[in-house]
């Protein structure tokens, strides 16, 4: 018996006799070793941790009402940037690198990472990337905490720690942030099982074979919904009988054109180049702390533990089924959570950085098994899981991926 999906319809086929039965909850527990991503969106406030605090992830869940979800977001602005130039410590001008005095108003105050000097930004020059400066006092007229101005020199990070305007003072300024409108499709995940009467009372068998095939079938789900939020294209086209058929645009194709991607050329991941991609991805976003990672990537990473870097296992998060490791470096700590899809050639990525507080998830129908029950003439009975599901992923410009490590 053929089974079809009406759009709009909540039933399936010409049948009444119809039993539903909601499982939002149950497709992520299916296999989260597999399917990380998908457990992280369903079940992240139980599952995974940003770093070693206590904050636990809150995947935003939202009801989408059309077919074509739209939002609108920005690009974060970059908190920290680079001296071109070295200057000395009486100096009231610093050249940055390239574009980088984008990132700063007047009335900003920023400390340099290595010596630790605060500065009050006076003036901003993006034709020249050259910023106009207070100094820290000089050291003689300093009060208790502050620190004295110093020499800075070139590579010196600076990071932007507030902004220190006027009591009374007027904001006339604004940063610059690219906002854009963004779209997404909804996508139809939909699984089909059953069997003849004569299989299911057949003594061969062993038990029922429709529910082997209904577990089979939920597990071949979850890896289709986990894989379209990872590698999904958007497409939206009309079968041959005229319906529409739509697929959802997954994590990566935003990472790829907004986020910093890094391809290696097939050669192997050093540590230098692991920590130029982190320093990087935290200027834009310091809560920027989980990486979905396959196992070359962390092959490579193992072989860099010495007294920086420490690679510990969450056991606690593991005993659920995800492999999921904490990375603590002196850029921070880091959750890394291997990922096999990531493993397969087939795969955009090595390393895919992404913040799932900034992903929202969107029903339109929750994933149910619709129950087929037949009356004694027909000779099958076919069940069906479907569920209709869309995301919105907001500041892509934050995240990142590594490509053809070696």
């Not at 630790?116 to 300093?142: G, H």
């Not at 090595?350 to 900034?358: C, H, S």
Request: hydrophobic share 35%.
């Amino acid at each position: 018996m053929a089974t079809t999906v009406t759009q709009g319809n909540r039933l399936y086929g010409t049948d009444t006799n119809i039993q539903v039965v909601p499982i939002q909850n149950v497709i992520p527990l299916l296999s989260p070793a597999t399917n990380p991503i998908t457990a992280a969106i369903m079940y992240g406030n139980q599952i995974f941790q940003t770093s070693s605090r206590t904050k636990k992830l809150k995947v935003r869940k939202e009801k989408l009402t059309t077919e074509v979800a739209s939002w609108r977001t920005g690009n974060l602005v970059p908190k920290t940037a680079t001296v071109a130039t070295g200057i000395n410590a009486s100096a009231t001008s610093v050249v940055l690198g390239s574009g980088e005095a984008n990132y700063f108003l007047v009335d900003d105050v920023l400390q340099n990472a290595r010596t630790r000097e605060q500065i009050i930004v006076t003036a901003v020059n993006t034709s020249t990337n050259t910023l106009t400066i207070t100094r820290a006092p000089e050291s003689a007229s300093c009060l208790d905490g502050q620190t004295a101005q110093a020499a800075m020199v070139a590579s010196d990070t600076l990071a932007r720690v507030s902004n220190a305007v006027s009591e009374n003072g007027t904001i006339n300024q604004k940063r610059t942030v690219n906002v854009s409108l963004f779209q997404n499709y909804a996508q139809y995940f939909r699984a089909m099982w059953g069997a003849s009467e004569r299989v299911t009372t057949s003594e061969f068998h062993g038990g029922d074979p429709k529910s082997r095939d209904e577990k089979g079938a939920l597990y071949d789900l979850a890896a289709d919904f986990e894989q379209a939020f990872v590698m999904g294209e958007p497409d939206n086209r009309n079968d041959s009988s005229g319906q529409p058929k739509q697929t959802l645009r997954g994590i990566f194709s935003f990472v790829n054109e907004f986020g910093d991607v890094r391809d290696l050329g097939s050669a192997p991941l050093s540590r230098s180049q692991w920590d130029e991609w982190l320093r990087d991805l935290a200027k834009i976003d310091l809560t920027n702390r989980i990486i979905f990672c396959n196992a070359t990537v962390l092959a490579y990473i193992d072989t860099w533990a010495d007294s920086k870097v420490t690679i510990e296992l969450k056991s606690e998060l593991s005993a659920f089924g995800v492999n999921v490791i904490k990375y603590v470096c002196t850029l921070g700590t880091y959750t890394l959570i291997h990922h096999p899809l990531l493993d397969e050639t087939y795969a955009p990525c090595d390393a895919l950085a992404f913040n799932p507080e900034y992903l929202t998830i969107l029903e339109k129908m929750p994933f149910e098994i619709r129950r087929d029950v037949q009356d004694k003439k027909q000779t099958s009975v076919e069940d069906m899981c479907v569920g209709l599901y869309s995301m919105k992923l907001e500041f892509p410009n934050s995240m990142g991926a590594l490509t053809n490590c070696g």
